[in-house]
């Protein structure tokens, strides 16, 4: 089971950036579409972008979209997520993971990092 920790968050004003980063261990990393996932309190949690494992190309929330960018490092096992012009509605626990487990319903969660977005 691949395994992940997400790191980078913290609180910042609107209009502010933030990059987070996600570790993965194991040696499955570079075969996996990952994204990364946010959860707002009393919301369920939602993909806001997502990387394929071959030609990297990436697919990004409408909500999100211009703002947020994803990448990936194969070599290093980080996904990383570029965050800028954030909102107040940004504010969330991000995570990662690979979309095929949680569409399985076999991804294990990390603890996640925590972004708040606040004057």
């Known amino acids: 089971q691949v395994q992940f920790v997400e790191s980078g968050g913290g609180l910042v004003q609107p209009g502010g950036s933030l990059r987070l980063s996600c570790a993965a261990s194991?040696?499955?990393?570079?075969?996996?579409?990952m994204g990364w996932y946010r959860q707002a309190p009393g919301k369920q949690r939602e993909l806001v972008a997502a990387i394929s494992n071959s030609n990297y190309s990436t697919t990004i929330a409408g909500s999100v979209k211009g703002r947020f960018a994803i990448s990936r490092d194969n070599v290093k096992n980080r996904l990383y997520l570029q965050m800028s012009s954030l909102k107040s509605e940004d504010t969330a626990v991000y995570y990662c993971?690979?979309?095929?487990?949680?569409?399985?319903?076999?991804?294990?969660w990390g603890q996640g990092t925590q972004v708040t977005v606040s004057a």
């Open positions: 194991g040696n499955m990393f570079s075969f996996y579409t």
């Open positions: 993971n690979a979309p095929v487990f949680v569409a399985r319903g076999s991804a294990y």
